[in-house]
């Protein structure tokens, strides 16, 4: 099982920006992907980015062309950058691991993220 620590999140204004980061116990070029879901109370999560180990990354429309995910494989470390951050956006953000040919599994214990003025 991968421990997965979330930090980055926390208030900023609308137009503002974050970067998550997700620090894995394990290297991460072992893990076909890993992803950043978030979620608002009463609905359920969802996935906004990921990226595999090829580097082939997926953004939901939602944040497609405002959110970037990377990693830095020396570090064990996830990002998701955030930009041009709307209301719109405020949720927990979790980071997640995937094996091939499974399911997400492993999940942090996620980071709030608020954006309002």
């Known amino acids: 099982q991968v421990q997965l620590v979330e930090s980055g999140g926390g208030l900023v204004q609308p137009g503002g920006s974050l970067r998550l980061s997700c620090a894995a116990s394990?290297?991460?070029?072992?893990?076909?992907?890993m992803g950043w879901f978030r979620q608002t109370p009463g609905k359920e999560r969802h996935l906004v980015a990921m990226?595999?180990?090829?580097?082939?990354?997926y953004y939901s429309d939602s944040i497609k062309g405002r959110f970037t995910i990377f990693r830095d494989s020396a570090k064990n470390i996830v990002y998701l950058q955030m930009n041009s951050l709307k209301p719109e956006d405020t949720a927990v953000y979790y980071c997640?691991?995937?094996?091939?040919?499974?399911?997400?599994?492993?999940w942090g214990q996620g980071t709030q993220v608020t954006v309002s003025s």
């Open positions: 997640t691991t995937r094996r091939f040919n499974s399911s997400w599994s492993d």
């Open positions: 394990e290297t991460i070029g072992n893990i076909y992907a």
């Open positions: 990226i595999t180990t090829g580097d082939i990354t």
